[in-house]
C-alpha cells in the first residue's frame, strides 16, 4: 500500500527522495521478500538489530507493518557497519613490522662512542616486550648493517620487508645530551610522531633506557590499540 506523505515545497532532495520511496510493507512476508530473506531472519533482526518494525496495537500478534525508507537506512547502516568491522578486524589481525635503524651520531666527543649502538639496542629490546603477536620488531643484527647508510626509508623498507621504520640521532654539547627520534610510515615516508630530549650527561645507561621507555609508549600508543600508563 503506498503511503502519501506532505513534502514542504523548499524540501531537500534527500527528503523527496524518501517521500518517494516510503512504501509501506504490511506483512513480516512482504518484509521478508524485500531483503529476500526468511521471516525467520527479518524476525531475528527486530530482536537482536532494532530493525524498524511495527506493531499494530489490539490487532493479532503477527500484525505488523514497516516503511521501506526505513529498512533502506538500517540495511544501509547494517552495511556500513559490517564493512567498518571487517576492516578493523583485518587489520588488528595483521602483525605489523618494525625496523628501528641504528642511530646516528652527530657529536665527535669520544665520550659518545659507542652510545648510539647501546641506544638503539635498548629501543629494540623495549618494543619488542610491547606486544610481539602484533608488532615484529626486527632484530638488531639484521638492522645493523644499515647503519650511515645512503639508502631512501622506501628502499630499506622493502629490503627489510617492514611496514615502519624508527630513525633517530643523538648529540652531546655543553655537558647535555639531545637525542632525537622519528617513527616513519613506510608506505608514504611521512612521519607518524618525532620526539626529542634533552638530559644532562651523567648515567649513560639511565638515559637509554629513559628514552627508550618514552619511544616505546609513543610507538604503542600510535600502532597499538592500548597505551601504558605514562611514566
Known sequence: MATVLAVPVRASRQQLVSAVVSRQ?????????????????????????????????????SSVYAVESELI??????????????????????RLRLAVLPFANLSVDPQLRHFEDGLTHEIIAQLARLDPARLGVIARTTVMPFKESRRTVAQIGRCLNVDYVLEGSV?????????AAQLIDVSDQTQLFADACARRWADEVFIQVAFAERIARMVCGHLLVSVPPSI
Do not use: C, N
Request: proline content about 1%.
Open 171 to 179: 648529540r652531546l654539547a655543553a655537558r647535555k645530551m639531545r637525542i
Open 73 to 94: 537506512a538500517w540495511r544501509d547502516a547494517r552495511s556500513r557497519q559490517q564493512d567498518e568491522g571487517h576492516f578493523i578486524k583485518k587489520f588488528s589481525s595483521r
Open 25 to 61: 510493507l504490511d506483512s513480516w512476508k512482504e518484509i521478508a521478500a524485500f531483503f529476500a530473506r526468511t521471516v525467520r531472519t527479518v524476525q531475528r533482526w527486530e530482536r537482536a538489530e532494532d530493525l524498524p518494525v511495527y506493531h499494530h496495537i489490539h490487532v493479532k500478534r
